[in-house]
């Protein structure tokens, strides 16, 4: 019974799904995890990449790939319905670079982007590394766009940098928590954290004051609302950027029960879901001073913090990293049969603060 389930993962493993909706590709289609254009803006199509190592391969010796090879398969319905937000983006992107701000609903949609890419490295590097022991994905890009809280901090890189670097999207702990990565595009740094609950409570929305982890799942309840933001909102001491994005998103799955719908409803929750959206609240900033809500409208500006000096580009990196092993801490506490695990991963994560500071 054990050995035929086993059988049974492997093989759903190994089936061709499409990295967008997760059924079988309904035609021979590749989507590139990386979009052409942003291949095409930060260099040769036909550059080698190096993109984590062989896992299967006795050595580990380094993957590399030819940048425009970088690609999964995918439907064509699925491509082509992602495929308006790709050019927005890449206006976007080209308008960040010039030194342009966006709008709030502007950063809305980039963030819906910055959560399709980082699903999209996961599950290309979960197809690349079969061997790894990590459960099949039971979720694809569709399920993960705009689900969870997010955010995204800016620092400038090197003057006249040019090129593209993803820094932690193909690691063990990327592999196993698909929630922090740090993508360089020329001369500007975006470090992304997408994860459950990360800003709730801090931005003063509802939040669970229970989680309780019980059959390997974990159970929220028990809500209560601060109503009051309370910057800064992440829980760890990245370097202040030049800007910072944040936008909380509700919890789907709590929406259906009666106290935490109710806490949705106070002022000052419903007054900053997004009009048309369900669950998104609008976007916010802060500086110095106060934290700032925008209207889908306005203009997100930059804010005074980077007057604060900046570092070099290896070492947000790095505070990526440890951030990474702050988080493995706090799950520690949180799971505690799963210690031995999660200090193995911590053993990479170490790696991967050692190898920053010689980038
Ligand atoms: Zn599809």
Not at 29 to 38: A, D, G, T
Not at 130 to 154: E, H, S
Not at 175 to 202: A, Q
Request: hydrophobic residues 35%; contains cysteine; charged residues 25%.
């Amino acid at each position: 019974m054990r050995n035929e389930q086993r059988r049974y993962i492997i093989t759903s493993a190994r089936k061709k799904r499409c990295i967008f909706c997760g059924e079988p590709p309904n035609a021979k289609n590749k989507e590139h995890v990386i979009p052409k254009w942003l291949i095409s803006l930060t260099g040769n199509l036909k550059r080698q990449w190096h993109l984590g190592v062989e896992t299967s391969h006795p050595d580990r010796k380094p993957r590399r790939f030819t940048a425009d090879q970088f690609q999964f398969p995918a439907c064509t319905s699925c491509n082509e319905r992602y495929s308006a937000l790709e050019g927005r983006t890449k206006g976007y992107l080209e308008r960040l670079l010039g030194g342009y701000n966006l709008t709030a609903a502007e950063w809305d949609d980039l963030l819906d982007w910055f959560d399709k890419v980082r699903i999209g490295l996961w599950l290309g590097h979960m197809m690349l590394n079969k061997d790894w022991p990590a459960p099949p994905p039971n979720f694809y890009i569709d399920q993960r766009i705009g689900t969870k809280d997010r955010c995204v901090l800016i620092y400038p890189n090197r003057h006249n940098s040019k090129g593209l670097v993803m820094s932690g999207a193909s690691d063990p702990v990327f592999m196993h928590k698909p929630s922090s990565f740090v993508l360089s595009i020329n001369g500007l740094i975006f470090m992304n954290i997408p994860t459950e609950l990360l800003l709730s409570k801090r931005m003063g929305f509802p939040y669970p004051k229970q989680l309780r982890y019980e059959d390997d799942r974990v159970y929220v309840e028990d809500y209560a609302v601060d109503a009051k933001p309370n910057i800064p909102f992440l829980d760890f001491p990245f370097h202040p950027p030049q800007l910072g994005v944040y936008q909380s998103i509700l919890l789907e799955s709590a929406m259906a029960d009666a106290d935490y719908e109710a806490l949705t409803d106070l002022d000052f929750t419903a007054a900053k879901i997004i009009p048309s959206q369900r669950i998104k609240t609008q976007i916010c900033t802060f500086g110095l001073g106060e934290e700032k809500f925008h209207e889908p409208g306005e203009t997100v500006e930059k804010s005074d913090l980077a007057k604060n000096g900046i570092l070099s580009p290896p070492e947000y990196v790095s505070q990526l990293f440890r951030y990474r092993q702050k988080d493995l801490d706090d799950a520690m506490k949180f799971f505690p049969d799963r210690v031995k695990f999660l200090m193995h991963l911590k053993k990479y994560n170490q790696d991967g603060i050692e190898k920053a500071q010689h980038l």
